[in-house]
């Protein structure tokens, strides 16, 4: 019975790690960089128990890079939002295909919605750093639990240190009893044993070192967490793609419909398409081949 279970949870594990590469494939260097690989660098900081300098510098170096991304978020979805806004005083196509106006839609509101949950975050994230520039030298060189408690969870066997007030209780300190623990419906299940000397990829689905656990220390990836902090990048990259087909449907009508006017530019605007995107993918490619961004 154990054997089934484990191998049912390896299958789940594959299959979500491949859906997962799936859904982030349009932003996959954004979703990996900025905050896969970092949230698992720090998970396997706080697993491997290492001093709370080196934990807080990883942490701030994460947030720091977190608002590189929001605000150009902010800045791509808004100019984006401006160009889908300008797409709807076109004249309109007699025989363009509904795909065309439903996407430029979805690209719209997609765009929207990034921008407002970019804002919100990086609210959050300057919000976290203020107050720490604020507080003491004891607090920027340690850790709040509210900081691990954003990616990742942290459990200790045992007796953990008591929190300085009694209101922090469960969030605010930084390791839990299990006890405690047991209600929280955030909890990610893992496996146990061996991978925890292992930097995790991608395409380690059945070995990935996602939920460190031993005697003392256990951490799980908090994956709800994962999802909302890539989900800004997440809406304006399929925003993007939304708005692409909207405007490839609307120039590329004459080239299947009874009206031949604009086939000659239709055939430019793929042209440029295929070379933009290309060089897009190659640079893409090549940028990251010779830079290790892989710390947080």
Known sequence: MTGIRSALRKAASSSGYTLMNLITLPYYRFFRQNTLLPIFAIAKAARLQKNNVELATMLSSWRDRKLHELYFVQVAGTLLSAAVIGCFSWEARDFEHWVGPAARYCSLVLSLFAILLSA???????????????????????????????????????????PPKASARVRGSFFLNESESEADDDREKGEKGGNEG?????????????????????????????????????????????????????????????DLRGQEAAIFYLASLGVGGLCFIWCSFWAYIFVDLDEP
């Open 120 to 162: 919100s975050q990086s609210f959050i994230f300057t919000t976290l750093a203020q107050r720490r520039s604020r507080s003491n030298q004891y607090l920027e060189l340690h850790p709040s639990t509210c900081d691990i408690a954003m990616i990742c969870r942290v459990i200790r066997n045992g007796h953990p240190p008591s």
């Open 198 to 258: 292992k930097q995790p990829g991608l395409g380690e689905s059945s070995s990935l070192a996602a939920n460190h656990t031993s005697q003392d220390v256990k951490v799980y990836i908090r994956w709800n967490m994962v999802f909302t902090w890539q989900a800004p990048m997440m809406l304006l990259a399929y925003s993007v793609i939304a708005f692409l087909i909207g405007l490839t449907v609307y120039v590329c009508t004459p080239m299947y419909s009874e």
